[in-house]
């Protein structure tokens, strides 16, 4: 029999009674072992060879986890310093024996907790007791670490998993391949196998010199595993943005532009946002370092603003009868919102006086200074709107909704009255989460008031909403962590198979 040369070293370095993996037919034979791979996966085809499958879990420490391998875990540290300091006859206070136990920032509360859940001594009032029998030494965790950091095999166990949750080891799968010899292939073995030449690449020189006339081609096999190669492509986020947009032109909406760094004027005066209003205060806003102040307001506009805010609009009008400074309104600020763009463009100021029906969107960036968490980020995608006409009511705005969202394969929308100081009626929305069942608020809206509209110079209804594009995207994909598609902790995979269809 002739094979080519790759898969006639293979069968000859196979055996009968002894499974092979791939990686120890490489060594054996001197071959890469994607090429041992592709030969076997021939000579599986010709009955030669039995090739298994089986996933391979492999456990090894993370960075953090080699860092306790050289220095001990936090825990077993803190309990080895209590001691010293004679903790184990009286409570000691606590920041000495951190001090001496090296621990710092993070570190601190690991130990803390780990101290406490392992029984190591006791932490009350500021001070800490050690257990004199307690043995960091034997401690299950501790073994399992250090004899994974040297090569050892165990995947599971309790100890195992608790490594696991606490970060220290990572877990992972590969797919091992094993070949055995068949008895058609003993056969061909004894009968005899010659090396055939086969040419795996047509060269330059094959051409030049007429050889490629005569020698034997290898053959493709398009069957093969291979390994998979990970193209960029553009984020999901990005790509159900431009989905949106596309279905809101489509409702017959134009898209809005505006400055990221706008004054508080346009992101909360203009929106009769009362100047001493708790989400004005430097703790939510992002404020700037230099330039600290727009240059210039449209001065007309500021004036019915500044009046609107003191005395309200209209015979019965009630403004905050609070002060209103303009220098105030003219200081500088990442937009915690793009209802910005939507008064810039209500007032006149961006394209000229516009005259109803209009229908204007966003989907744009606003940033807050919100705390982290699996539904909150420090920035995130505004999808802004707004329509402007005669005779709206709430009915208007809840059919947009239900014929926005039902292009997005979400049809369970609910309404919660709620408040803003520019909307009345105020309305949040709701949608279901589709793994946890859960109630995800995903936008706020209303019909916004005349003590925002008359100043702009509007007059006429509009109804107007900011509803959030991760928030969507949560409910699309079914994920439940915003943190799957930003930062660090991104899920890959998610981020790689994710099909954002239309
Ligand atoms: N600005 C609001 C928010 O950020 C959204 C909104 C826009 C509500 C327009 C009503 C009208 O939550």
């Known amino acids: 029999m002739q094979l080519p040369q790759a898969q006639a070293a293979v069968l000859e370095a196979a055996s009968t009674r002894e499974a092979q993996s791939i990686d120890e037919l490489a060594a054996a034979t001197g071959l890469p072992p994607e090429t041992v791979t592709g030969a076997a996966f021939e000579l599986q085809e010709e009955g030669l060879v039995a090739l298994s499958e089986r996933v391979e879990e492999t456990v090894t420490p993370t960075d953090e986890g080699l ?3 050289e220095r001990g875990l936090p825990e077993g540290r803190l309990h080895r310093a209590a001691r010293d300091a004679g903790a184990d006859e009286e409570a000691v206070p606590m920041g000495q024996v951190i001090g001496a136990a090296g621990l710092e920032g993070a570190a601190v509360d690991i130990a803390l907790s780990n101290y406490a859940r392992k029984g190591y001594g006791g932490i009350e009032g500021g001070k800490i007791s050690a257990d004199p029998t307690a043995e960091p030494g034997a401690d299950p965790e501790a073994r399992a670490l250090e004899s994974l950091a040297e090569g050892g095999e165990s995947s ?17 799968e590969r ?6 010899l068949t008895e058609a292939g003993v056969t061909a073995l004894m ?4 090396v055939a030449e086969t040419v795996g ?17 290898a053959e493709y096999n398009v069957g093969a595993d291979a390994e998979r190669i990970e193209g960029g492509r553009i984020h999901i986020l990005r790509q159900t943005a431009e989905r949106v947009k596309d279905v809101l032109v489509g409702m017959g909406f134009r898209e809005m532009e505006g400055p990221h760094v706008d004054a508080d004027f346009w992101i909360n005066d203009c929106l009769f946002m009362p100047q001493d209003h708790p989400a004005r205060t430097h703790w939510d806003r992002f404020a700037l370092e230099e330039p600290t102040h727009i240059g210039e307001l449209p001065a007309e506009l500021v004036e019915r603003v500044e009046r ?4 309200g609009v209209g015979p019965d009008g009630e403004g905050y009868h609070s002060p209103w400074d303009e220098g105030f309104a003219r200081a500088l600020a990442l937009r915690g919102h793009t209802t910005s763009l939507s008064a810039r463009y ?41 329509v402007m006409a005669e005779g709206l009511s709430v009915r208007d705005l809840m059919g947009t909704f239900e014929e926005f969202y039902a292009q997005f394969g979400i049809t369970d929308l609910e309404f919660k009255p709620h408040y803003n100081p520019y909307t009345e009626p105020s309305f949040e929305l709701f949608g279901t989460h589709p793994t946890t069942g859960e109630l995800v608020e995903i936008g706020n809206s209303g019909i916004f008031r005349p003590e925002m509209l008359e100043p702009l110079g509007v007059d006429c209804d509009v109804m107007a909403w900011g509803l959030a594009l ?12 915003i943190r799957d598609i930003h930062g660090t902790l991104c899920d890959l995979d998610l981020l790689r198979n994710t099909e954002v269809t239309y």
Do not use: C
């Open 201 to 217: 690449r047509l060269t330059p020189e094959l051409l030049t010199s007429g050889e490629w006339r005569d020698v034997e081609f």
């Open 308 to 311: 609107a805010h003191r005395g």
């Open 470 to 481: 991760e928030r969507l995207l949560m409910l699309m994909y079914g994920f439940e962590d």
């Open 175 to 180: 797919t091992v391949r094993e070949l055995t």
């Open 156 to 172: 599971s166990g309790e100890a195992i998993e608790t490594l696991e949750r606490r970060g220290l080891v990572d877990r992972s």
């Open 346 to 386: 209500l007032s006149g100021h961006e394209i000229g006086e516009l005259e109803p029906p209009q229908r204007f969107f966003s989907v744009e960036k606003v940033y807050r200074n919100d705390t982290l968490d699996p539904t909150h980020l420090l920035e995130f995608f505004q999808i802004e709107g707004w």
């Open 67 to 69: 860092e306790y391998v």
């Open 191 to 194: 009968e005899g196998v010659e």
